[in-house]
């Protein structure tokens, strides 16, 4: 045994001894801070060169950056990655909402006073979910900072909104009468669950972590109003679409759309509907979910890393 052990070691110190790329972990590539923004503590991952390209991951519900903690080790050699909570998520403060006001074009502004404090002159954006309302606002305030969309399961269009989202619109016609059953439901176990695997066809393949730990935070005192204030205020992305959709057409920003195609949320025809007002966007079909990065993460860093380096960043 001990020879076998033996040679195994050699085998490996005379790959290295050839040239081989040593392996990238997170821990040598991730630093993590906290940064006071309008009186609120955010917390943010950041990896990469600083001097490099930035590249700003925007999460979705209800999970975190740490969604991103597999994918920026495969991107950091190339770009500044920044991967922020938004307030309510995460490892960032939680204020009660008579605190702070949970609507996206609050976040957006918190955000866009981050990318700020940090020096982003420019970004290019990955959008996933909640990501896209918060992206495209910061998009339409500072054009000229946004390089390029990268879209994963981030809605612009009613094509997007499948039979689910009948339910939510009836909450956002009458909150009062709606708000116990739809939030209620939308903060449970089980569907906190299906926003990850979705239809898949290999629920093997997803770490129930994933969701356990996403339960737990919404579990948390004061998560459910501080949720249900936000998906409220969700109906101003719907009305918003036909003025992103304008912006997108004016501006024609380079597109990566890769769409996980198990998302029970979001429709499939929410992926080339993109390519109506950016002809040029790249579409891609992922045998994914919602959370395409938990079963497709080496094809997605893959898709960036060319996509990107055909931009002039």
Known sequence: MKQVVLAAMMGLSGIAGAGAQPLTSISATTSYHTVEVDGVNLFYREAGPKDAPALLLLHGF??????FETLIPLLA??????????????????????????TFDHIA?????????????????????????VGFR??????????????????????????????RRAYWRDRAANEQKVISNFLSLATTKLRHVGHSPNVDRYDPNAWIDEFAHLSQPGQFQI????????????????????????HQPPMLVMWGKYDPSFAVG??????????????????????????????????????LARQPL
Not at 148 to 158: D, K, L, P, W
């Open 227 to 250: 949720q249900a204030d936000l998906f409220f205020d969700y109906q101003t992305n719907v009305t918003s679409y036909p003025k992103w959709q304008e912006w997108m057409r004016q």
């Open 270 to 307: 929410g992926a080339p509907a993109y390519q109506r007002d950016v002809p040029k966007a790249e579409v891609h079909m992922l045998d994914a979910g919602h959370f395409a990065l938990d079963e497709k993460l080496d094809e997605i860093a893959a898709l960036i890393r060319e996509f």
């Open 109 to 133: 502004t918190s955000f866009d006073h981050l990318t700020e404090a940090l020096g982003l002159k420019s970004y290019s954006l990955y959008l996933q979910d909640y990501g896209g309302p």
């Open 138 to 167: 910061l998009a339409l305030a500072h054009p000229d900072r946004v390089k390029a969309f990268i879209m994963q399961n981030a809605v612009a269009s009613e094509d997007g909104l499948g039979p689910a989202w009948d339910e």
């Open 62 to 67: 209800p999970s975190s950056s740490r969604m």
């Open 77 to 102: 050699d190339r770009y500044h990655i920044i991967a922020p909570d938004y307030p309510g998520f995460g490892l960032s403060d939680a204020p009660q909402p008579s605190q702070y006001a949970y």
